[in-house]
């Protein structure tokens, strides 16, 4: 009776340990398929590195017209700029894609800031024989975009400024970010998403917009967030960067947005769950020619009135393109 007992027990341990194996097995073909397809889509981006004295920038010049240099957001790199581009600006331009410090392949000097970074795109610029650009800064984007239209406005001839970073107190403060650990390693941030994605959705998206969205929406959304990320490895510099000096800046620095000269247009939804409407409404007064484009609903990013953006970032260029 004692072995038949001893036998079962066996019996159901090597079973559990297969259900295991097989378990963590499908997830960890889940991961690497998941890598796989975002390095391949990486490879496939025909970027060029610079050598700048601050190190690597990594860059893309595609198109044709006035030229927009695209300042991504967190978690970004190149990849995400031309996402961004797609998603609020018209193609009939040319744009100049960047990494910022820290993402992909471009570098993270030493005492790295967005003041430096606008610097970065001053010499790019110069290397590239181009004279001015309209910058867009998106969200963690948004710093270095004002520091260089605050530095060089020779080169600035307009500054588009999308769901970005503003002056914000903590006690404004909605959401957090999770901890460095998790941009440091591709499996955790991988399996994190995975799990939490919805949880992490509520960095960008207002609940209220979430309750909405069917099941099929909420996967697109995700994807767009965090499968365009993938591998985090190759941004956690920059991410890191992002989160604990870039971003801080605009307030800690008590940047003087008065200093930004160019013509500026603040693309701002009220509900943004990150950084606040009421810090754009603060810059827009501040800077001495704004415009504040608000939408009353989207959430960071916008969701619902890209083509609205579309239109409104085309009046502005025009404009500024007239003055």
Request: some cysteine; aromatic content about 10%; proline content about 5%.
């Amino acid at each position: 009776m004692m072995k038949q007992l001893l036998k079962k027990r066996k019996a159901y341990m090597w079973i559990g340990i297969v259900i295991l194996i097989g378990f963590f097995s499908i997830i960890y073909f889940g991961f690497r398929s998941d890598m796989n397809k975002a390095i391949s889509k990486q490879k496939a981006i025909p970027s060029e590195v610079f050598a700048s004295k601050f190190g690597d920038i990594e860059y893309l010049l595609k198109g044709d017209g006035p030229t927009v240099l695209i300042s991504h957001g967190v978690t970004g790199g190149i990849d995400q700029g031309i996402g961004l581009s797609s998603a609020y600006i018209e193609q009939n331009y040319r744009f100049l894609y960047v990494s910022r410090f820290g993402y992909l392949k471009s570098s993270m000097p030493k005492d790295a800031s967005a003041k430096m970074q606008a610097e970065a795109y001053s010499e790019l610029l110069d290397y590239l024989g181009i004279k001015k650009v309209f910058i867009a800064g998106n969200s963690a984007g948004g710093p270095s975009a004002m520091n260089f239209a605050a530095d060089y406005p020779e080169k600035c001839e307009g500054l588009i400024l999308i769901s970005s970073v503003v002056p914000i107190s903590s006690a404004m403060s909605k959401v957090s970010s999770p901890p460095d650990i998790v941009f440091k390693s591709n499996f955790i941030y991988w399996l994190t998403t995975k799990i939490a994605g919805k949880s992490l959705m509520k960095m960008f998206v207002p609940s209220t917009i979430i309750a909405k969205m069917e099941k099929s929406e909420i996967e697109t959304v995700k994807n767009n967030i965090f499968a365009s990320s993938f591998p985090i490895s190759r941004r956690s510099e920059g991410v890191i960067f992002d989160n604990k000096i870039s971003t801080p800046s605009i307030e800690t620095t008590s940047f003087e947005f008065e200093r930004i000269k160019s013509l500026t247009l603040i693309v701002h939804a009220v509900d943004d769950p990150a950084p606040p409407y009421e810090g754009a409404k603060e810059i827009s007064g501040r800077i001495p020619v704004a415009d504040l484009f608000s939408i009353q609903d989207g959430g960071h990013l916008l969701i619902g009135h890209e083509d609205e953006v579309k239109k409104e970032i085309s009046k502005f260029i025009i404009k500024a393109e007239e003055k």
